[in-house]
């Protein structure tokens, strides 16, 4: 069977239930320290634990609620934000809508609680009666704290975001690099490969004794492949025009060796040759190709390559199974699977309906 590979995603720096906790501690102990450096000489601060039990319970369940409240609603407003307006793309925009929401909806969670303490809890009559001097202080002391409490939260959000993607972007570097190595060693042992060696001098030395211009030629084209390897296998991306050049010298070593046993059909889309793909994905597939098919003159192995009109190149071979043939090490495909995941948001697509296999690469951005 042909190589297919899972990938897991990667993981925030702060479960939102954590944050649900950590954020109303914090909002909780904010409120009372504020309020305190605010007007530490005010009458409530003293005998203050020597209220009512019942009282003071009452008053930490009150604030505790209010807030989990504002807690709540701003990691919704940070996650609902996240999937439209991301940090990465629009830092300026996304900073300022997050603070004016945050900033109303704290001013509008104070109005609301005010106009509700005022009719539930002080009677209806209460509320058309204009606040005192002493109320309204409190209540811009409140919107103060509130406000404070918000950015505080905002400000954790940032910090917490910013480092989720600093952590996840050093794994990101440091499975490309890991990749990258992969795909030279994978590239060193097709160099060093005594079998691939000896077949390719052993077809090109029959082929001088028969023709000295097919000999040169398959010379020619033998040290393009092992320029092309020892040139672009460090690189992340590479056009598909090269690729392509790449896949001609290629096929040529293997239409050298296999004869009739293979067949090779390219259509590709001029305008799509600055597209980018990375090295060594059409090498790795037709080498996969070959890998698990029968070469046989009688009913040759078809591999095309060709662009579509969603921007994809396939590369499609019928299925022509080798029997009693070895566990696949998986590493081929899987390879191209690891570089794209982390090369952009694009996924690759392998379809196999017992007839084809097909691999749909997603041809990057031009150059």
């Given at each position: 069977m042909q190589d297919i590979a899972i990938y897991k995603n990667d993981k925030t720096l702060i479960?939102?239930?954590k944050k649900r906790l950590i954020f109303t501690f914090l909002s909780f102990l904010l409120i009372y320290l504020v309020a305190y450096i605010i007007d530490p000489f005010s009458s409530c601060w003293d005998g203050y634990f020597k209220r009512?039990?019942?009282?003071?319970?009452?008053e930490w369940t009150f604030t505790i609620i209010y807030s989990f409240i504002i807690s709540e609603f701003s990691i919704i407003v940070h996650d609902k934000l996240n999937k439209f307006l991301t940090w990465k793309d629009s830092p300026t925009e996304r900073l300022l809508l997050e603070t004016v929401i945050n900033l109303f909806a704290v001013l509008f969670i104070n109005l609301l609680l005010e106009y509700l303490i005022s009719k539930y809890y002080f009677g209806p009559q209460n509320v058309t009666i204009a606040p005192s001097l002493e109320e309204k202080r409190g209540m811009i002391q409140n919107i103060t704290i509130s406000v404070l409490i918000a950015l505080m939260i905002m400000g954790i959000n940032i910090g917490s975001h910013l480092i989720t993607n600093w952590k996840n972007e050093s794994m990101r570097a440091a499975k490309l690099d890991q990749v990258i190595l992969e795909t030279e060693l994978q590239s060193l042992k097709l160099q060093i490969d005594p079998h691939f060696v000896f077949n390719n001098l052993s077809v090109l030395s029959e082929i001088i004794l028969e023709d000295q211009q097919l000999g040169y030629e398959y010379?020619?084209?033998?040290?393009?492949?092992?320029?092309?390897?020892?040139v672009n296998s460090k690189k992340d991306i590479i056009s598909l025009e090269e690729e392509l050049n790449f896949l001609n010298s290629y096929i040529f070593l293997i239409k050298n060796?296999?004869?009739d046993g293979v067949n090779f059909e390219i259509n590709v889309n001029p305008a799509k040759r600055n597209c980018q793909l990375p090295p060594l994905t059409l090498q790795l597939l037709?080498?996969?190709?070959l890998k698990h098919n029968q070469t046989n003159k009688r009913k040759p192995l078809k591999i095309k390559v060709y662009t579509n009109s969603q921007n994809q190149l396939v590369?499609?071979?019928i299925?022509?199974?080798i029997e009693n043939v070895s566990e696949s090490s998986g590493i081929g495909i899987s390879n191209i699977i690891k570089r794209?995941?982390?090369l952009s948001n694009l996924k690759l697509q392998i379809k196999n309906d017992g007839k084809t296999f097909n691999v749909i690469l997603p041809l990057l951005a031009q150059a």
């Open positions: 479960s939102t239930n009512n039990m019942f009282e003071i319970i009452g010379a020619e084209n033998f040290s393009k492949i092992y320029r092309y390897l020892l060796r296999f004869g037709v080498e996969n190709a590369v499609e071979n299925l022509i199974p794209y995941d982390l």
